[in-house]
C-alpha cells in the first residue's frame, strides 16, 4: 500500500478536445448525424474508434452497475488494455469522474482527470492508461463496449504518488 499523502487532483469538464490524447467522447454535440428511418430517427454516427487487436479479438458489449463513488477519491492506481478499446456510455445520465494518461510507459505528470455531462460517454483508446469506472451517483449503470478474445488485456499499475478528488463537481 502506497503510504505517501495524495496529492490534489484538479478535475477539468469533459470535451473531445481535451480528451483526444486519450480516446473519444461520446455526445451528439458536433457528432456527424443524419435522419435515417424515413425521419424518425436521428443517426450519431461512428462516434468512436473501436480497437481490437491480438489473438481471436471479438467485440463484447456488457452493461456495468457500479456503486456510486464519494469524495474524496483517492487514485492510487490506474490500468490499461493493451489489446482494445473501453467505451463507457451511462445508460440513466450517472456521471463518471475519469482519470487517464497517455498509453506507452506510465508517466504520472500527464495523469489528467475529467468529470463527465449526464450526456457524455469515453472511449479509451487501445493503451490509454484510466482508472477503473468511478461513477458518481447511484444507480451508475452504463453500456460498456471493449474487447474481448485470446491474451492479456489488463495492465493495473500502482502511482508512486497517490492522487485526491477532495470534492467533486
Ligand atoms: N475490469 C473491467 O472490465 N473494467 C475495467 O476495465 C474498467 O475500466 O472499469
Ligand atoms: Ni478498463
Known amino acids: 500500500m502506497n503510504a505517501m499523502t495524495p496529492l490534489p487532483l484538479r478535475i477539468e469538464p469533459l470535451t473531445r478536445e481535451a480528451f483526444a490524447p486519450f480516446g473519444d467522447v461520446i455526445e451528439t454535440a458536433g457528432a456527424t448525424a443524419f435522419p435515417i428511418n424515413a425521419g424518425t430517427t436521428t443517426r450519431y454516427h461512428d462516434l468512436v474508434q473501436v480497437e481490437l487487436a491480438g489473438e481471436a479479438p471479438r467485440t463484447l458489449v456488457n452493461l456495468f452497475e457500479g456503486k456510486a463513488w464519494h469524495a474524496p477519491v483517492e487514485i492510487r492506481m490506474l490500468e490499461r488494455h493493451p489489446l482494445g478499446s473501453q467505451a463507457f456510455y451511462p445508460v440513466d445520465g450517472g456521471r463518471m469522474l475519469i482519470v487517464v494518461a497517455p498509453p506507452g510507459e506510465l508517466d504520472e505528470s500527464q495523469i489528467r ?3 463527465s455531462a449526464p450526456d457524455q460517454g469515453v472511449n479509451y483508446a487501445r493503451g490509454t492508461w484510466h ?7 447511484h444507480p451508475g449503470r452504463f453500456l460498456v463496449v471493449d474487447r474481448g478474445g ?15 478528488a477532495l470534492n467533486l463537481p
Not at 482508472?131 to 451517483?137: F, R, S, T
Open 113 to 115: 482527470a475529467f468529470i
Open 131 to 137: 482508472h477503473p469506472l468511478l461513477c458518481l451517483q
Open 150 to 164: 485470446d491474451g492479456h488485456n489488463c495492465d493495473e499499475q500502482m502511482l508512486r504518488q497517490p492522487l485526491s
